[in-house]
Every structure is written in C-alpha cells, then in structure tokens.
C-alpha cells in the first residue's frame, strides 16, 4: 500500500522560509516524478514544483520560480520543497503527489489527472 506523508507545515512572517518534505512507502520511489500543488480556501488546486525520478530535472510554476526549491533523496524515499521569501499569497494546505514515469520524463506533470498517489496535506500559512 503506498503511503505519502507530508510534514514541515507551520506558520510563518511573509519574508520567512519553511522546508516541507514527503515521505513515500510502497511504491518504487525512483520511478516515479514527485510533485508538489498547493491549495487555498475557495480555490482550485494548483501546481507548484515536479521533480523527475532521478532528479534530473525540475518544473515550477511561474509564481514560485526563484523562491522554492524542489529536491528528492532516493535513499530516503522523500522528496523536499524548500520555500523561501514567502509571502501571503503562498498560504494554502500544500500536497505532494507521485506520478509513475518508468522514462523519468515530466511531460503534463503540471496536470492533477497524471498523478497516482496523493499525500494528505500539510498547511502553510504565511502572515503579513
């Protein structure tokens, strides 16, 4: 049975930084690209970063370049969103997501529809 446990949530001040991370069971971490998304109240879930399977290679929404980060360690099974500079605008319930890519490929990985597993949800809040 997979599992994907989100972790590092909190509150922050706009300026401040908070590093999630995921840990994933059951599944064969390496074949699978990693993706963060985030969701605010009264809004529809939005990507934020994807990570290819060997780490590789990364995506990230326009609104989060130059800010966050995304890394993966295969030994640990986890996968890592740095987030720094936050700002307001960044609070939502942030998720992580495993999408099987034998290709180690990130084609569509900004779409909902090509994940397979889903973590729970861990909540970010940012102040101004």
């Known amino acids: 049975q997979v599992h994907l446990v989100e972790s590092g949530g909190g509150l922050v001040q706009a300026g401040g930084s908070l590093r999630l991370s995921c840990a994933a069971s059951?599944?064969?971490?390496?074949?699978?690209?990693m993706g963060w998304f985030r969701q605010a109240p009264a809004k529809e879930r939005e990507f934020v970063a994807a990570i290819s399977g060997s780490g590789g290679t990364t995506d990230y929404a326009d609104s989060v370049k130059g800010r966050f980060t995304i890394s993966r360690d295969n030994a640990k099974n986890t996968v890592y969103l740095q987030m720094n500079n936050l700002k307001p605008e960044d609070t939502a319930i942030y998720y992580c997501?495993?999408?099987?890519?034998?290709?180690?490929?990130?084609?569509?990985?900004?779409?909902?529809?090509?994940?397979?597993?889903w973590g729970q949800g861990t909540q970010v809040t940012v102040s101004s």
């Open positions: 997501a495993a999408d099987y890519r034998p290709d180690n490929g990130l084609g569509h990985i900004t779409r909902l529809s090509r994940y397979d597993y």
């Open positions: 059951g599944l064969s971490f390496s074949s699978y690209s």
